[in-house]
């Protein structure tokens, strides 16, 4: 039986990068989800965004069957964002209707 968690992260452009296309905060996330046993982590996606703008912050996605939910948003926790109080973590359980939102001081 699946139990599927679908997430959405939002975060400032580039956020603890040191030069361009550098990703290290999200890469932190994603290597606590290959350590979980996940083959692939959250992908960006902010770059298919319709329009004639690129979009104001950084969005990933992913999909995720049978997420130790309380593990992951203890890792979300506890990186340390460039600007925590521009993180948003959208978290959507296979029988929720909408998403929760988290941020560093709600997680």
């Given at each position: 039986m699946s139990s599927v968690t679908s997430i959405i992260l939002i975060t400032t452009i580039e956020?603890?990068?040191?030069?361009?296309?550098?990703?290290?905060?999200?890469?932190?996330?994603?290597?606590?989800?290959?350590?979980?046993?996940?083959?692939?982590?959250?992908?960006?996606?902010?770059?298919?965004?319709?329009?004639?703008?690129?979009?104001?912050?950084?969005?990933?996605?992913?999909?995720?069957n049978h997420l130790n939910e309380a593990e992951f948003k203890e890792t979300f926790e506890s990186i340390d964002w460039e600007y925590p109080d521009n993180i948003q973590l959208l978290v959507q359980n296979e029988s929720d209707l909408k998403y929760q939102i988290f941020t560093i001081a709600n997680a």
């Open positions: 956020d603890g990068a040191r030069k361009d296309g550098e990703h290290p905060n999200v890469c932190g996330l994603n290597d606590k989800l290959r350590e979980m046993g996940f083959d692939s982590g959250l992908a960006k996606v902010d770059c298919h965004a319709g329009g004639n703008k690129i979009m104001g912050s950084d969005i990933w996605m992913g999909a995720f």
